[in-house]
């Protein structure tokens, strides 16, 4: 409720799945935020902040590719850092230590489309 008006109702779940848009793909990584945008066409940067950089994906068929991607960007990231030894010397190429997707919060899905 809203200034005494009904404004939403349902659920969390549902009221996710009908306002909320898409996923949130989480990276934890030092590179840049524009050299780690997953290659699907529903992709749109979020933000970016101490090392977290966060990317929504509005179509969930791209779920499937995405998680692919960031698997093998985070194997591909440990198995070079392993290869060269010490740990000291520098890593080329995108970086990414770790990854998780999740839905948006229902706090985050009402104050965008805002609902309070």
Not at 46 to 68: F, Y
Not at 75 to 84: D, F, G, N, P
Not at 87 to 112: A, Y
Request: aromatic share 6%; charged share 30%.
């Amino acid at each position: 409720m809203q200034k005494g008006d009904i404004v939403a109702a349902g659920t969390p779940l549902r009221l996710k799945a009908k306002y909320g848009a898409g996923y949130r793909l989480s990276l934890t990584s030092t590179s840049l935020p524009e050299t780690t945008r997953p290659p699907v066409e529903s992709a749109k940067f979020e933000s970016s902040a101490a090392g977290e950089i966060i990317w929504r994906i509005e179509d969930a068929g791209d779920l499937g590719n995405v998680v692919r991607w960031a698997d093998e960007l985070e194997h591909e990231t440990r198995r070079r850092k392993a290869s060269t030894g010490t740990g000291k010397e520098k890593v080329e190429g995108i970086k990414i230590q770790g990854w998780e997707i999740s839905m948006p919060t229902l706090e985050e899905v009402l104050l965008e489309k805002k609902l309070f």
